[in-house]
């Protein structure tokens, strides 16, 4: 910043753009929106990219993630500690996700769009959600992963178990009615951080 600011001192979008490197950052990220209204008070824009700034800061702002419902009717939006779900038509908020433990981040739909798994960024959890009521169903905990994050990764074909895998040795199997781990397969000294299930077939192993 400090080398932008000698080579173009009178470009208030170095402020701008310093702002925005720092989006994890919400201090340093004042910082510098704070410094396009002091080094550049005529600046006619300067403060509509602070107001619009303190609008998504302040309300940590931020998708995560997104992800179509299966049969494309729905589009869900991962922010802060919300889950939002959009007509992707007209764009309207039909509902809001609400309570997460965390911030909101990776999302997976079950096959028949019933359910909606939400990870929780930076922790060991995930949260399962039934679409059409809005209610939190319960909380899955995947503990012993590296950087304390899972990922809700696939459903089993017949769609009675999520899987989810955590930058860890071990996949973890669920049963998706009442959130129970019912298996897991576990891979020693190796770090699983993805999985893909082949469509149409059952896994074997146990």
């Known amino acids: ?9 009178d470009n208030p979008e170095i402020d701008r753009l310093c702002a925005a490197l720092y989006v994890d950052e919400p201090d340093q990220t004042w910082r510098h929106l704070s410094s396009i209204v002091e080094r550049h008070p005529a600046e006619g824009s300067a403060y ?14 931020r998708v995560m993630d997104v992800a179509f419902s299966p049969d494309g009717t729905l589009l869900a939006s991962s922010t802060n500690q919300q ?3 959009w007509d992707p038509l007209t764009g ?6 609400e309570g997460h433990p965390g911030t909101a981040s990776w999302l997976l739909w079950s096959d028949d769009g019933s359910k909606l798994a939400v ?19 319960y909380t899955l905990e995947h ?3 590296q950087f304390n994050n899972v990922t809700p990764a696939g459903w089993t074909a017949d769609g009675s178990e999520l899987i ?39 896994p074997s192993w146990r």
């Open 1 to 9: 910043a400090a080398e932008w600011r000698r080579e173009d001192p």
């Open 48 to 61: 509509e990219q602070v107001a619009l700034a303190h609008q998504m800061y302040t309300n940590n702002f």
């Open 83 to 85: 889950v939002d779900l």
């Open 92 to 97: 309207g908020l039909i509902m809001s996700l």
């Open 119 to 137: 990870a929780i960024n930076n922790t060991p959890n995930a949260v399962m959600w039934d679409v059409a009521t809005g209610e939190q169903l």
């Open 143 to 145: 503990p012993g992963t």
């Open 164 to 202: 989810t895998v955590g930058w860890s040795d071990e996949v973890r199997f669920w049963d998706a009615a009442t959130g129970e781990m019912t298996r897991s397969i576990v891979r020693p000294d190796e770090m699983i951080t993805s999985l893909a299930m082949s469509p149409g077939l059952a």
